[in-house]
């Protein structure tokens, strides 16, 4: 096997942008954004996991998580079902851009088999330019940190667009009542 050589690897990659001219900066960008997206996916996923980790230990007996909600003066892991509504209202306002909600939206609850919980999915739509989504991303994130993002499609026009159309599925989850009352 030819050892890779830098310097062809760079002569490589300068001939096909001089050859292809902006299509392939449209390519170039529309590959990072994927990127982006693929990242942010990943580390939503993998909140989620420690979440989800973080709520198994808790559920079985004589386990004792340290950041339980047993503890004085500490919020619980999951908000309450019963509040499903102010933090619905949180991730639309969290979720605009520039003090705008966001356009399209739908909205779905779900009980999950694990016992106690429910998701509530909101499926939005978002026309912004990249710089603007990541940062909406980010500060949904920040401030409903029970959430995560379950889903994420980008697509736009022409690659020399800069608004990039999101289609984000936003997971809330919310801790249901002994007695049920979740769906």
């Given amino acids: 096997m030819a050892r890779l050589d830098p310097r062809r690897l760079a002569w490589a990659a300068s001939r096909f942008f001089l050859v292809h001219g902006a299509a392939a900066w449209g390519i170039a960008a ?12 990943a580390g939503s996923l993998q909140r989620h996991a420690g979440l989800k980790q973080r709520w198994e230990a808790r559920s079985v007996p004589g ?22 509504f102010k933090y619905t209202a949180r991730a639309l306002e969290a979720l605009g851009i520039d003090g705008m909600p ?6 779905s609850w779900h009980r999950n088999e694990e ?19 990541g940062a909406v991303l980010d500060r949904a994130q920040a401030e409903l940190p029970t959430a995560y993002i379950a889903g994420l499609g980008l697509s736009r026009e022409n690659g020399d667009d800069a608004v990039v159309e999101a289609d984000v599925q936003f997971t809330l989850v919310y801790q249901d009542a002994p007695g049920g009352g979740g769906e």
């Fill in 30 to 41: 529309g590959l990072a954004c994927v990127l982006v997206a693929l990242a942010l996916l």
């Fill in 63 to 84: 386990t004792v998580d340290p950041a339980s909600d047993d503890a004085p003066g500490q919020a619980p892991l999951f908000p309450a079902y019963a509040e499903r």
């Fill in 102 to 107: 966001p356009g399209k939206a739908a909205f």
């Fill in 115 to 133: 016992p106690g919980l429910v998701t509530q999915t909101l499926a939005i739509q978002i026309q912004a330019p990249w710089e603007q989504l």
